[in-house]
């Protein structure tokens, strides 16, 4: 009788259908994985906020209910609410929030979204503003109008944003100008939108005062919680201004 050899491997078609699979289901998971990533970024992005929060009011309960400065670039207060800038991030620790959040040269990870690349600044490139989130320039000591320099001065505390995570077209350094008077939107500072994984985000239209006003982003509120809100929210006056009657002139452009 012929010996009968059993057959053990596949066929190129076999092989090829195979692989087609794989590829498909590759192509299903991708995304998802994706979103899932970013989402546990947004959730690590929002603790980061928190902790940033307390440390706000730590700060506040032993100057007083002061608020610390912005942290502008060129303009270094001992004041300031961190102290980033490269002749002064060696003693990160001591000043500002520094203390409150035990920081240091190598432990600055509170400060850094896990989703943003820090080496993409488009201003000031890789020797730009070394973290994620930036103040309020109509809290503290800074350069916005109409400031309240005590935590007891912001109306409506818990709908009042002190920090956000800001574009990294727009962020240079901890100041940042989230709503502006009439006139002077061409110096928004923007919400980031880099957890908003949706189809109709589309690349930031030049002259719009809020491009994408839909797309969400996290921010940090007065009394110390964190949200994730769309542009239109955290752009707006009634969010933005320790008190909007000051402004009655100047539009809100919020939801």
Same mark, same amino acid.
């Not at 600055?108 to 979204?113: A, F, T």
């Not at 912001?154 to 944003?161: A, D, G, H, I, P």
């Given at each position: ?9 596949f ?13 498909l289901?590759?192509s ?9 990533r970013e ?5 690590k ?8 929060g307390m440390a706000?009011?730590?700060?506040s309960?032993?100057?007083q209910?002061l608020l ?13 609410? %961190?102290?980033w800038?490269?002749?002064r ?5 001591t !000043? $500002?929030? *520094?203390?409150? +959040? ?5 432990n ?6 896990p ?8 201003r ?6 070394p973290f ?5 320039y109509?809290m503290g ?6 400031h309240a320099y005590?935590l ?15 574009d ?7 100041n ?17 939108l ?6 109709? %985000?589309?690349p930031?239209?030049?002259g ?5 006003? !839909? $797309?969400? *982003?996290?921010? +940090? ?7 994730y809100?769309?542009r239109?929210?955290?752009?707006s006056k009634e ?6 009657s ?5 539009p809100?452009l919020?939801?």
């Open positions: 009788m012929l010996n009968r050899h059993r057959r053990t491997g066929t190129l078609v076999e092989l090829l259908v195979v692989i087609g699979i794989i590829a289901l590759i299903i998971l991708l995304p998802s994985l994706h979103r899932a989402n546990a970024n947004r959730v992005c929002l603790s980061n906020l928190r902790q940033i706000f009011i730590g700060y309960n032993d100057n209910q610390p400065g912005t942290s502008e670039e060129g303009n270094e207060q001992n004041y300031d609410w %961190i102290w800038q490269s002749d991030i060696a003693t990160i620790g !000043g $500002g929030i *520094g203390p409150y +959040l035990n920081l240091s040269p190598a600055v990870q509170v400060l850094v979204c989703s943003d690349d820090l080496t993409f600044r488009a000031g490139g890789v020797n730009g503003y994620s989130y930036s103040m309020n109509m000591f800074g350069n916005g109008p109409a005590l007891v001065q912001v109306l409506e505390s818990s709908s009042k944003v002190l920090l956000m995570e800001e990294p077209y727009t962020i240079d350094d901890g940042g100008s989230f709503w502006c008077r009439t006139g002077g939107w061409a110096s928004l500072n923007m919400l980031s880099r957890h908003n994984l949706v189809a109709d %985000i589309q930031d239209i030049p719009s005062p809020i491009p994408n006003a !839909g $797309g969400k *982003g996290n921010v +940090l509120f007065c009394d110390g919680h964190a949200d809100v769309t239109s929210f955290a752009h969010e933005n201004a320790p008190d909007p000051i402004f009655p002139n100047d809100d919020g939801p």
